[in-house]
C-alpha cells in the first residue's frame, strides 16, 4: 500500500477516449441443483484503447501521476482497513444494502452477505446464486428484494440467458424470505414491464411498496415497447410475501406521440438520452418526497400516497448531463444530488478532455413549499483526480454522511475510486477524502471499480466491480459527529431520516 498525501494535486495530459483465502461460507442456491453462474449477463469484455493512451497511461504511472497498477493511495484522512475478494460469486458486483449487523452485497450472479459486526474482519455467512443483471439489493424486515434486468428464460435462480426478443422471456423483481440470515428462502417473483433495473422501497407497517425503475432499450423488444414513461408500483405484503403484485404503473412523462413525453434526445438534443423511463430513484419518507433520475430528466415527486406517486417538478441539462443516473437528498430535503452516467459506466471519462462539468453531479437547491417546491441548479461536483484512458470512470452510487448543518456525501466513481466530499455551499463543492486502486491494466478499457459507496454506523463500505468488499474508516474533524449516529439498518435510496 502507498499513501498519497492528501494535498498533492494529480494532473496530467490525457488523450480523448478511443472508441470503442478459501469458501468462507456454503454456496447456497436458492432453487435445487444445476444453478451456474452467467457470464452472459456481465459487461466484462475488455474495450480497445489508443496506442498514445497505452502509452500515456504508462508514462503517467512512472512519473507518479497515477497509481500503479492495482495499486492503492487515498487521503490521509482515509483509512483502508480491509479487503474481502471476490469468492463463489465470480460475477460483477453492484449494490450494496445494511441492516443490523449484517451488509447484503449484489452481484450479477446472485447477492452476498456478510457479517460485518468486526468492521476490520467481515466474515460471509451466506452466498446465493442466481444469476440476473443487476441484481440490485435491499432489505427490510424479513425480506430481501433483487432486482432482474436481463432477459432471462424464467423467474427461478436456474434460468438462463434468453435473447429479449423471445416473448417468454422473463425480468421483473425477486423476493426473499431472511429470517434465517444463513439460509435466504426464494419466496416470490414479480415480472414487471422492461424489468427491473434498479429499485426502491417505500416501507410501511403491514406492506412494502417497491418503485420499479426500468427503461425501454429499443423498440424489438417485444415486452418492452415505447412509450414506457412511467414505473411499476409493487406491493408486498410482509405476512404473506408470496403475494408481491404490481398495483400500478403511474406515468411520470405524459406526453402524445409513440414515445410519449420526457426528453426526445438526439437529434433534439445531441449527446443526451432519450427518456424512456427512469433509472434510479430516492425516497425521503420523512418528507413525503421522492426524487427520479430519469435518464434525460431528474424529476421531484411526492409520496404522500405510496401507490400514486405526484411529479411536483421536472428539470433537464442537455448542455452537460448525457443520462441522470441517481440522486441524494440532503438531510434538511432542501437540495438533491443528481449523478451523470456519462458512457455508460463502462467509458473514460475523468480526464481533461471530458472536463469538469460532463459525467459529474449536479447540485440543485429545492426552493419553495409543498408541491410548488422547485429545482434550481447551483452547480456541478467531479473528481479532481484525473484517471487513465484505460479507466472507466464517471459518478455512481453514493450516501449522505449525517453530520448536523453540513451537506457531506460518499460516492464510488468506479476506477476513479471512493470520493468524500461537502456541498454545503451548493455552488461550491470540494473533495475532503478520497481511496482508489491504479488502472485494471494499461493495455486496455477494462471495467472496475467502486459501484457503491456508502457511509454506515461509522464506516464506508465499497462493493468493488472487480475487487471485492472494501471497509474504509474515515478520520476527519468534519464528519467525526457521524460516528455518533446508528441506524438499524439502510438502503440508501429509501433515504433515513438520520437525526429523528
Sequence with gaps: MTLLNASRTRHRRLGVVAAGAGLLAALLTATPAGATPDPGDAPTADKAVSARAQADAAEAIAAGEIPGQDEIVHSANLEHLVNVPKDALAGINSDLAFQGRYAFAGNYDGFRVFD??????????????????????????????????????????????????????????????????????????????????????????????????????????????????????????????EQAAVVNFPVLFPGEGPDG????????????????????????????????????????????????????????????????????????????????????????????????????????????????????????????RHQADTENCVAHNGSLIPVRGRDIMVQAWYQGGVSVWEFTDSAHPKEIAYFERGPLTTDALSVGGSWSAYYYNGYIYSNDIAKGFDVLKLTDRRTDPAQRVRLPGLNVQTQPDYFD
Design 116 to 241: 460485518i459486526s468486526n468492521p476490520r474482519a467481515p466474515k460471509t455467512i451466506a452466498q446465493v446464486l442466481c444469476p440476473g443483471s443487476q441484481n440490485d439489493v435491499s432489505v427490510s424486515g424479513d425480506l430481501l428484494f433483487l432486482s432482474t434486468d436481463s432477459s432471462r428464460s424464467d423467474s427461478s435462480c436456474n434460468s438462463t440467458t434468453q435473447p429479449a426478443t423471445e416473448k417468454s422471456s422473463w425480468e421483473g423483481m425477486k423476493v426473499f424470505d431472511i429470517s434465517d440470515v444463513r439460509n435466504p428462502k426464494y419466496v416470490a417473483a414479480v415480472e414487471t414491464a422492461c424489468g427491473s433495473h434498479t429499485h426502491t422501497l417505500v416501507p410501511e407497517r403491514k406492506n412494502v411498496y417497491i418503485y420499479v425503475s426500468s427503461y425501454s432499450p429499443s423498440a424489438s423488444y417485444p415486452d418492452c415497447q415505447p412509450p414506457h414513461d412511467g414505473i411499476s408500483v409493487i406491493k408486498v405484503p410482509r405476512k404473506a410475501p
Design 261 to 384: 413525453g420526457g426528453n426526445p434526445g438526439a437529434p433534439t438534443n445531441p449527446g443526451v438520452s432519450k427518456t424512456t423511463g427512469c433509472h434510479d430513484i430516492t425516497v425521503l419518507p420523512a418528507q413525503d418526497l421522492a426524487a427520479g433520475a430519469c435518464m434525460g430528466d431528474g424529476i421531484l415527486f411526492s409520496v404522500k400516497d405510496p401507490e400514486h406517486p405526484k411529479v411536483i417538478d421536472r428539470v433537464q441539462d442537455n448542455v452537460n448531463f448525457a443520462f441522470w443516473h441517481s440522486a441524494t437528498f440532503n438531510q434538511t430535503a432542501n437540495k438533491v444530488v443528481f449523478t451523470d452516467e456519462l458512457g455508460g459506466g463502462g467509458a473514460a471519462t475523468c480526464n481533461a478532455a471530458v472536463g469538469p462539468d460532463r459525467g459529474a453531479d449536479g447540485i440543485y437547491d429545492i426552493v419553495g413549499k409543498g408541491d410548488k417546491r422547485k429545482l434550481v441548479f447551483r452547480g456541478y461536483y467531479k473528481i479532481p
